[in-house]
């Protein structure tokens, strides 16, 4: 396994739309190559497990599970933004706790 170093920040000022649709926006320094090394360096470091990678036009999406709760790790090309988005809108103090995790690598 390599020992990838990314450098990120996490959105703290993420629109109330955003909010409300549970989605956490995160700035990594990635292009279209990389995410997918980019994701699977993120759910390791937050003990996370890879479920399945979908590839569209413009989009890469990452699903994975922490800790019971379904997530999606996605990537637009075309905007170059990444976020990390519930699958289950119940979940939100899963993806607040995440986000606390990635804070230590920014």
Known sequence: MSTNSYSFKIN??????????????????????SFLSFSQWLINIIDGHFISHDLGADLHRVSFEFEGTRLVLTFEENSDSVWIELDNNADIDVLTFICQLLKSYE
Do not use: G, Y
Not at 25 to 30: D, G, K, R, T, V
């Open 12 to 33: 703290s000022t993420v629109a109330k739309a955003h909010k409300q649709l549970n989605i956490e926006s995160i700035n990594p320094n990635i292009d279209w190559d």
